[in-house]
T-cell receptor, first 110, second 118 residues
């Protein structure tokens, strides 16, 4: 079956850097995505990696190693508004369906 | 925005009653999805559609049916609601994007429906 593992909770302080890891075991692999969800809101897309390496989007970066079935989301210069849940998701089929991890709750303190 | 709305936004119902949730999109996207989200489980795919009258099951499809008679509407039906179906339900569409490296498809989510089955 498909499985994605990510930590359930991470805490950090404002201005710090935090890394959220995701390991996956899926029957196929076409890309790894990251989504952010604030409490009570809808998930929103952050980033996507299909090839090995680092993708940077402002304060957020995402990394993928297909040989290790591993990726991470790096958040820099943390702000209080970054407190949210973060989900990794694998596109494991040629259609556009995704399998999501259970999410990591990030708590940013002053 | 992809112009996705969900209705109702909140619903309380009783065990054994039928419930239909509606997802409406205004941008002619081909793919539409229904997820449920429960604490400790993340987002789990219930059903999805890849065109009018074309649907397929997801990971947790038991107890749910869907219909898509028009491109813009994707309906999720609980034929006989159970307490285990108390959840937040999200509809999503797929839309394309590009990074500096490659093109990709992102899923864009509606605001969600909070369903409580008593």
């Amino acid at each position: 079956g498909q499985s994605l593992e990510q930590p359930s909770e991470v805490t950090a302080v404002e201005g710090a850097i935090v890394q959220i890891n995701c390991t996956y075991q899926t029957s196929g692999f076409y890309g790894l995505s990251w989504y952010q969800q604030h409490d009570g809101g809808a998930p929103t897309f952050l980033s996507y990696n299909a090839l090995d390496g680092l993708e940077e989007t402002g304060r957020f970066s995402s990394f993928l190693s297909r040989s290790d079935s591993y990726g991470y989301l790096l958040l820099q210069e943390l702000q209080m508004k970054d407190s949210a849940s973060y989900f990794c998701a694998v596109r494991d089929r040629l259609d556009s369906t995704l399998t999501f991890g259970k999410g990591t709750m990030l708590l940013v303190s002053p | 925005d992809a112009g996705i709305t969900q209705s109702p936004r909140h619903k309380v119902t009783e065990t054994g009653t039928p419930v239909t949730l509606r997802c409406h999109q205004t941008e002619n996207h081909r793919y539409m999805y229904w997820y449920r989200q429960d604490p400790g489980h993340g987002l789990r795919l219930i059903h999805y559609s890849y065109g009018v009258k074309d649907t397929d099951k997801g990971e947790v499809s038991d107890g749910y049916s869907v219909s898509r008679s028009k491109t813009e509407d994707f309906l999720l039906t609980l034929e006989s609601a159970t307490s285990s179906q108390t959840s937040v339900y999200f509809c999503a569409i797929t839309r394309g994007g590009t990074s500096g490296t490659y093109s990709y498809n992102e899923q864009f989510f509606g605001p969600g429906t909070r369903l409580t089955v008593l």
